[in-house]
């Protein structure tokens, strides 16, 4: 019987047969019945609705960089790296359509050359784009919204393999479908919100974690975008591959200590010297890491920031000292995404990671009860401890959002086990 249903699905919409998949990390895998590698809407319009026929969960991959199970499935397993590109541009309004598979860094270069940039972004640029922004992705920025606030329109396949076009005439249905975890439908196109081109002028230095914290306030007040890791051991910067800072540190410490980056928008022509640099905005943005570490990130109500740092600082360097990943900070502005970790909440977002091969769950856990004091929400990419009971604490529109998922996927083919336990 299986062997018939194979050759149905295969032969109907060119899906294959499935296997082993694991993402970027490792530390996410599971064994797929189905895969499917679309090349346009249509043959993903009818590759789920095969799949829905058969009774076949469906997810999409993306580039594989969630550090959680939201894209894990035993059923249809989808990737859109086939559907790249930029499907139409209108220079007037300054808005980018773009096929959902195209990575942040193909649509970085094509905007350059068309005289825009994205308003902002993250500092990991391979991506998917509909993968990195429907789970919360964002950048750095006191006044700048993650990465999903930037989607003025998308196109969702639905379970019937139909299109629902989703823009600004329905306000409800864009927010709650910028940061939907892929519960609403398959996204084939998106339609971005860009800008003008723009330089980057990014500075770097090092300084002491109360010299940080000194400086905070105005720092962020002050620049476009600023963020640090604070790094509580000389070997803690090389987790992440980040540069000796030394040359232009304000402190002779290595240890205890604050990386820190400020980036303003600049009219001056490319340049670079030392740790000062000058380059189109999405050259500046990313950072290059080595995927060794399991990565957990909350967006903390940004009264909070500073104190919740400190706690979370304290706990590495007292009950857990061999955990020696930075704590990465970084400020986004709230937005009005139903299920967004920023729903109406300006915030910073702090990051601590495990290292694979270790039992690094107990210290993730002990940063997780720290962090939930502040009423704090997850990335929905990275690892967090969330119950359906706290999502329905902490989004105040959850209810509006699960209901709406139920009415579009009544059979709950796009969720999974895990997403299952938090939204069904």
């Given amino acids: 019987m299986d062997s018939g249903i194979g050759k149905s699905l295969e032969s109907e919409s060119g899906l294959s047969a499935g296997g082993h998949w694991r993402n970027w990390v490792g530390n996410q895998s599971c064994i797929v019945r189905r895969r499917g590698a679309p090349t346009s809407e249509a043959e993903l319009s009818q590759m789920v609705a095969t799949a829905a026929g ?63 940039s994205l308003i902002n972004q993250g500092d990991i640029d391979s991506q998917a784009l509909a993968g990195a922004l429907t789970t919360g992705t964002h950048g750095t920025g006191a006044a700048l919204g993650n990465m999903a606030s930037q989607i003025v329109g998308m196109r969702l396949v639905q379970p019937d393999g139909s299109i629902l076009v989703v823009d600004e005439r329905d306000p409800d249905l864009l927010n709650a479908a910028r940061v939907s975890v892929g519960m609403l439908g398959v996204i084939s196109e998106i339609t971005l919100q860009a800008m003008d081109s723009y330089n980057l002028h990014e500075k770097l230095w090092r300084c002491t974690f109360e010299e ?61 010297r ?97 962090l939930r004091q502040f009423g704090s929400r997850p990335h929905w990419g990275k690892l967090h401890f969330l119950t359906a009971e706290d999502v329905t604490t902490l989004y105040p529109r959850a209810a509006d959002f699960k209901a709406l998922r139920e009415k579009l996927d009544p059979a709950g083919i796009f969720l999974n086990d895990h997403l299952r336990q938090l939204f069904a």
């Fill in 54 to 116: 058969e009774g076949l969960a469906v997810r999409c991959a993306g580039s594989g960089h969630s550090f959680t199970p939201v894209a894990l499935t035993s059923g249809l397993h989808l990737t859109l790296s086939g559907m790249q590109g930029v499907t139409g541009i209108d220079h007037e309004r300054k808005r980018v359509s773009v096929s959902a598979g195209t990575t942040i860094n193909t649509l970085g270069k094509i905007l350059k050359q068309n005289g825009l």
């Fill in 274 to 370: 030392g740790f000062e640099k000058i380059a189109y905005s999405s050259e500046i943005y990313p950072i290059e890491y080595v995927p060794n570490f399991h990565e957990l990130e909350y967006a903390v109500p940004v009264r909070y920031g500073k104190e919740a740092c400190r706690q979370v600082r304290e706990l590495m360097l007292t009950k857990h000292p061999t955990c020696i990943y930075p704590i990465e900070y970084r400020f986004t502005a709230g937005d009005p995404g139903w299920i967004s970790p920023f729903f109406e909440q300006d915030s910073i977002t702090l990051s601590v990671s495990g290292e694979p091969g270790t039992d690094y769950w107990t210290y993730l856990k002990d940063v997780d009860d720290i």
């Fill in 212 to 272: 940080c914290m000194e400086q905070h306030d105005d720092l962020a007040a002050s620049h476009r975008h600023f963020g640090f890791f604070w790094c509580p051991v000389p070997e803690s910067r090389h987790c992440y591959c980040l540069p000796d800072t030394a040359s232009v540190s304000t402190t002779d410490r290595l240890h205890d200590v604050c990386e820190m980056k400020v980036i303003d928008i600049t009219d001056q022509p490319a340049m670079e």
